[in-house]
């Protein structure tokens, strides 16, 4: 039996519905087509990947046997993931990174596979993409197995139409458009109407552009040029092409090792970052140009550390914000939705890779809220911002007197801390986790309990519902933001958040549990909250207990309840640093 028939044949076992045999027909023809057109892909040690890392429906593997593989295809995927991306940066090796990523692709998809956790297709679909977008043969099979895996995983076959047929359009070569036609054969029960399909493929061309269009701009240590990346906003691309826009103002944050600029904006619109390097005794720069922007207002801004200054300038199409920097940086651009702002950050070195054992030095710990912000009301009165200030008042020395850590307040009094500074906070101070306590509120007053939040894509409702509260604006805008940063946040750091945010919750119920009843664990949630957005570092929102509720809102309203809530983040920070 040939490998992709294999994996046919265990897609089917593992899943039923008519959608997923047109998935698994659809992969059938292009992992068929791949292996047998050797002059599309680079060659057949790489092409017949599949054959050696996809095991059929019947395999048994015992406990040890599944644990030495998990462990050895971990410590393969992140040294191939580093090497190729170190090839890719250079911007002259993408025949070698493609092959590398592909690989690695294909170990995180049979990953997920066979033990079904979420972080090994979200990487999966990562390394595919990445290796859609070097220059090398196997492009266009990246692209293709990317749509039908972000589909498959997704479980929307309709989703998985038009990005094949996006794929099928846009010129391919090496035999990639008869793979991606055959795909849409095997798809064409789920075949969206002609005005869907012709308003992604005009999305996708626009959003494209010649110098390839995303929802964020992520570089380190590429060859700088004028035009270094394309970036748009899909979900409002009508809105931005039609639109003129005014930056309202510009916020910058400097420190000596990271800095952030946020741009803030009256509409949603294009932009394009781009990297000059130093020359002629001229330093480095970064700059990202507005689309159909103007601008009123002072035309430089002294920041000091790592961003000397930032620069506004009017151009014919625009407006132009420029970083004068005091050396090459690693730099990541991306929108926030609802108020539109841009927000660039840029770091001295990329963020490091996390290591099995957390070596935890620095804290940042964010207490919602503040000043003319009091947050969620309880029916006692109380503020939101009042209990949020005062857990972490009671975790910070306790955390440097019992785990021996360094820990920063994003604010130590009743004052006023705009969201897009915290995490601005927290990657100058170079933190190695950072926690944002806050306390949950609902119009049920009956709802109770904690739950912990990360940053990433999700279909839950009441996060969404959540994650606009405290993001100040809608649930669509949550998602969206939600939605753009996972197709390229750091998958390694969204399981360490995911990792730590599991011990905070088991934490929280075993010291509340030991003293007070009805502790309902709401577990560990997804949603699209701004203070999160940006954090180099492991991150999670704490909703300590519902202030809306009234028993919790008494309790919230106590000393010693405060301080097994304090005790609980000890607690889950100390387990977290030993490895547990």
């Not at 990792?499 to 577990?523: C, E, N, P, T």
Request: negative net charge.
């Amino acid at each position: 039996m040939l490998p992709f028939q294999r994996l046919f044949l265990e897609l089917c076992s593992r899943r039923s519905g008519r959608w997923i045999v047109a998935w698994g027909a659809a992969t059938v023809l292009v992992l068929g087509a791949a292996g047998c057109r050797r002059d599309a892909e680079p060659s057949p040690d790489v092409a017949s990947t599949d054959a050696a890392d996809t095991a059929s429906a019947g395999d048994t593997v015992d406990a040890a046997e599944e644990a030495e593989e998990a462990g050895a295809r971990n410590r393969y995927t992140l040294v191939a993931h580093a090497d190729a991306l170190a090839l890719a940066v250079q911007g002259k090796q993408d025949i070698l990174a493609g092959p590398t990523l592909l690989q690695a692709a294909n170990l995180r998809e049979k990953a997920w596979r066979r033990h079904g956790k979420r972080v090994d297709a979200l990487e999966a679909l990562e390394l595919f993409t990445s290796t859609a977008a070097l220059s090398w043969p196997g492009a266009c099979h990246g692209a293709l197995r990317a749509a039908l895996l972000r589909a498959e995983f997704e479980g929307s076959p309709e989703r998985a139409y038009g990005e094949v047929y996006v794929v099928a359009r846009s010129e391919p070569t090496h035999g990639c458009r008869e793979r991606a036609e055959a795909a849409l054969a095997a798809l064409a029960s789920h075949r969206p109407k002609e005005d869907e399909l012709r308003r992604i493929l005009a999305a996708a061309q626009a959003e494209t552009g010649p110098a390839g269009d995303g929802a964020a701009a992520d570089g380190a240590g590429r060859a700088p040029s004028e035009h270094d990346s394309h970036v748009v906003v899909p979900e409002v691309l009508e809105q931005a092409l039609n639109t003129p826009t005014t930056i309202t103002r510009v916020e910058p944050y400097g420190a000596e090792e990271t800095a952030r600029v946020v741009v803030h904006l009256s509409h949603p619109t294009r932009f394009r970052v781009g990297v000059l390097e130093a020359r002629g005794g001229q330093e480095p720069r970064l700059f990202v140009d507005v689309s159909q922007a103007s601008y009123e207002g002072p035309q430089q801004f002294e920041v000091g550390g790592l961003v000397r200054r930032t620069r506004i300038g009017q151009r014919e199409d625009g407006t132009r914000v420029v970083l004068d920097l005091a050396r090459p940086v690693y730099h990541r651009v991306f929108y926030l939705p609802q108020p539109f702002r841009l927000v660039i950050d840029v770091s001295r070195d990329p963020p490091e890779r996390l290591a099995a054992r957390r070596a935890i030095q620095r804290i940042v710990l964010d207490p919602g809220h503040g000043g003319s912000d009091p947050g969620a009301l309880g029916p006692n009165g109380l503020r939101e911002k009042d209990v949020t200030l005062d857990v972490a008042h009671r975790a910070a020395p306790l955390l440097a007197r019992e785990v021996g850590v360094s820990t920063l307040l994003t604010r130590d009094t009743d004052v006023f801390v705009p969201l897009d500074e915290r995490a601005a906070r927290a990657n100058a101070f170079n933190a190695d986790l950072f926690v944002s306590i806050h306390c949950n509120a609902s119009e049920d007053a009956d709802q109770r309990g904690v739950m912990t939040f990360v940053l990433d894509a999700s279909k839950d409702r009441l996060a969404a519902r959540i994650a606009a509260r405290e993001n100040a604006s809608t649930e669509a805008a949550a998602a969206e933001l939600a939605n753009a940063l996972s197709r390229v946040n750091d998958a390694e750091r969204l399981q360490a958040s995911e990792h730590f945010a599991m011990l905070l919750q088991r934490a929280a119920g075993a010291s509340l549990g030991l003293k007070y009843d009805q502790v309902r664990d709401h577990g560990v949630r997804r949603a699209g909250f701004y203070v999160l957005a940006g954090a180099r570092m492991p991150s999670v929102l704490f909703e300590s207990s519902f202030i809306s509720n009234h028993e919790e809102a008494r309790r919230l309203n106590q000393g010693d309840y405060r301080q097994r809530l304090a005790d609980s983040i000890v607690n889950a920070v100390r387990a977290y640093q030993e490895g547990r």
